[in-house]
């Protein structure tokens, strides 16, 4: 399985963004897939996860702003990111792990258990 993001760009504060993770050589077993961000100089945080049973984990200070989804047709995850701030200023990567039983919200966030990482795409917020 391989995982390209894309979408990322230069938005003004308060607006908003979709950023997009395209999967292939999908083999139709179960993931678990999540949204993860890490600025320079700052430790990765998980922001958003999708379990395997389709239940949604969102990180504190993302939930209510970005929304997590996924497209069986084209495979492919997004993250739609609204009322964006400074602070959402980061690389975003997306990230997959084969994994039948869901993830507790600590282990999905955490991304330690993730093995499948993309090259991530940028997002840059201005005020």
């Known amino acids: 399985v391989q995982l390209v993001e894309s979408g990322g760009g230069s938005v003004q504060a308060g607006g908003s963004l979709r950023v997009s993770c395209a999967v292939s050589?999908?083999?139709?077993?179960?993931?678990?897939m999540g949204w993860f961000r890490q600025a320079p100089g700052e430790e990765r945080e998980g922001v958003a996860t999708?379990?395997?049973?389709?239940?949604?984990s969102y990180a504190d200070s993302v939930k209510g702003r970005f929304t997590i989804s996924t497209d069986t047709d084209t495979n492919t995850l997004y993250l739609q990111m609204s009322s964006l701030e400074s602070e959402d200023t980061s690389m975003y990567y997306c990230?997959?792990?084969?994994?039948?039983?869901?993830?507790?919200?600590?282990?999905?966030?955490?991304?330690?258990?993730?093995?499948?990482w993309g090259q991530g795409t940028q997002v840059t917020v201005s005020s």
């Open positions: 999708l379990g395997s049973d389709g239940s949604t």
């Open positions: 050589g999908y083999t139709h077993k179960t993931y678990c």
């Open positions: 990230a997959a792990e084969e994994r039948a039983p869901p993830m507790t919200r600590i282990q999905a966030l955490g991304g330690n258990l993730y093995r499948i």
